[in-house]
């Protein structure tokens, strides 16, 4: 059994000391952790564990610094949110708050954090559970780690970067109608066995959120047959391990408030014609889905709409994933996005630490009826190994999009 984790021997040494858990097995507890420059979970703003049968939510806390991030971008778009450092989960963002320029605020997720991070190798082993305490391998940053921005409490990075062409108007005999746009980018980089995994959300002045993990650090040095990987180095002797990044995001939405959201999937139809017909399905129960070419989703308010009348919503697209699916003891990887109605033990895709809820997200959705809805990407990317992925290797990274639709009336630059 290969361990991943880097935490302190001394302080897990009686954890570690246990014996190793079979796939599926509950995690052993882990031990709080209070080393200076690190904070523990926030207990303010942490989500306790439900009751038997609750899944009510705790009132939300408010954030100080340095915990509280406040940006208004060149273009008069603004975001509010604040951090967390949490034990299990590692970086999560709380009350993210969007204010398109001249416009009222309005809520867009009462948190968002990485939900696992799943490694099977095409050899069939290992296949890792990455996350499970990733706060506790959270990487100390420097300052060229953290170009133009800040570091908060050493973990954690706020900075703002270009993204390019925000738009570009070609007029008639005068001046093109253009501008540059800019990213607020949060992000932290966690040291899990040989990779190092940068975790980062890029809040774009058009209201747009990008999350995604970059995987960079070492490869495994797992050597196969060629059947199963790529020849590394010099001569052909040698072939390094292809695996899967099999990636899970929880996203707790509260669109304009908590109440009324609603998950609604579009499909177009037609595909060989020269007509396309737009299919809505609104999910009234907790559901799965996959991901096709021109399908997407969008979590939409029910009461609340913008100038035109038309009706909130934030789209959430992940088509770029690779589609992983497992043997019939990883059911999780079956499907693309998973909506579930919000319970606070239900934290991990996979391995779920929480002993009232169940161990992975495909378990979750049991066809509850949806009142207060949160949303599982999975996002895959299949690694084959190359020469050029030599010590230190090259960050790949993986994400989706989450699109404002409707939140204002116009462009809003």
């Given at each position: 059994m290969f361990l991943r984790l880097t935490l302190s021997c001394a302080l897990l040494a009686g954890w570690l000391a246990a014996p190793p858990s079979?796939?599926?097995?509950p995690i052993p507890p882990l031990p709080s952790l209070t080393s200076p420059g690190r904070p523990a979970e926030p207990r303010a703003t942490a989500e306790?564990?439900?009751?038997?049968?609750?899944?009510?939510?705790?009132?939300?806390?408010?954030?100080?610094?340095?915990?509280?991030?406040?940006?208004?971008?060149?273009?008069?778009?603004?975001?509010?949110?604040?951090?967390?450092?949490?034990?299990?989960?590692?970086?999560?963002?709380?009350?993210?708050?969007?204010?398109?320029?001249?416009?009222?605020?309005?809520?867009?997720?009462?948190?968002?954090?990485?939900?696992?991070?799943h490694v099977p190798y095409d050899r069939g082993r290992p296949r890792y559970h990455d996350i499970g305490s990733l706060g506790y391998t959270a990487v100390p940053l420097r300052a060229a780690d953290c170009p133009l921005g800040e570091r908060r409490e050493q973990f954690v990075c706020v900075t703002t970067r270009a993204r390019g062409h925000a738009h570009l108007k070609a007029v008639p005999e005068q001046l093109n109608v253009?501008?540059?746009?800019?990213?607020?980018?949060?992000?932290?980089?966690?040291?899990?066995?040989?990779?190092?995994?940068?975790?980062?959300?890029?809040?774009?002045?058009?209201?747009?959120?990008t999350p995604r993990v970059g995987a960079t650090g070492s490869l495994a040095g797992f050597t196969t047959t060629p059947e199963h990987g790529w020849p590394i180095g010099v001569g052909a002797t040698g072939f390094e391990a292809s695996h899967t990044h099999n990636i899970f995001w929880r996203l707790d939405f509260d669109v304009a408030g908590r109440?009324?959201?609603?998950?609604?999937?579009?499909?177009?139809?037609?595909?060989?014609?020269?007509?396309?017909?737009?299919?809505?399905?609104?999910f009234a129960a907790e559901a799965k889905a996959v991901s096709r070419p021109m399908r997407w989703w969008r979590v939409v308010d029910g009461k609340v709409r913008n100038a035109d009348g038309h009706r909130v919503s934030w789209e959430i697209n992940n088509s770029d994933t690779a589609q992983y699916r497992g043997p019939a003891d990883e059911a999780f990887t079956r499907a693309d996005l998973y909506v579930t109605d919000y319970r606070s033990?239900?934290?991990?895709?996979?391995?779920?630490?929480?002993?009232?809820?169940?161990?992975?997200?495909?378990?979750?959705?049991?066809?509850?009826?949806?009142?207060?809805?949160?949303?599982?990407?999975?996002?895959?990317?299949?690694?084959?190994?190359?020469?050029?992925?030599?010590?230190?290797?090259?960050?790949?990274w993986q994400g989706f999009r989450i699109t404002p639709r409707d939140v204002t009336a116009k462009n809003p630059y």
């Open positions: 079979a796939p599926g097995a306790p564990r439900a009751t038997a049968g609750a899944g009510a939510r705790p009132p939300a806390a408010p954030c100080n610094a340095p915990y509280r991030v406040d940006k208004t971008l060149p273009n008069g778009a603004r975001w509010q949110l604040c951090w967390e450092m949490r034990n299990v989960e590692g970086l999560t963002l709380t009350r993210i708050v969007y204010t398109p320029r001249g416009q009222r605020p309005t809520t867009v997720l009462r948190s968002t954090s990485l939900a696992q991070i253009t501008a540059q746009g800019r990213d607020l980018v949060v992000f932290a980089a966690f040291q899990v066995g040989w990779y190092t995994y940068l975790a980062e959300w890029a809040f774009s002045d058009d209201g747009s959120i109440a009324d959201d609603v998950v609604e999937q579009y499909d177009f139809s037609g595909s060989g014609t020269a007509t396309r017909k737009i299919e809505r399905t609104a033990c239900e934290r991990l895709a996979t391995v779920n630490p929480s002993p009232r809820c169940a161990r992975s997200v495909d378990r979750y959705t049991n066809g509850e009826r949806l009142a207060d809805p949160v949303l599982w990407v999975n996002v895959g990317f299949h690694h084959v190994p190359r020469d050029e992925d030599a010590d230190p290797m090259p960050s790949h």
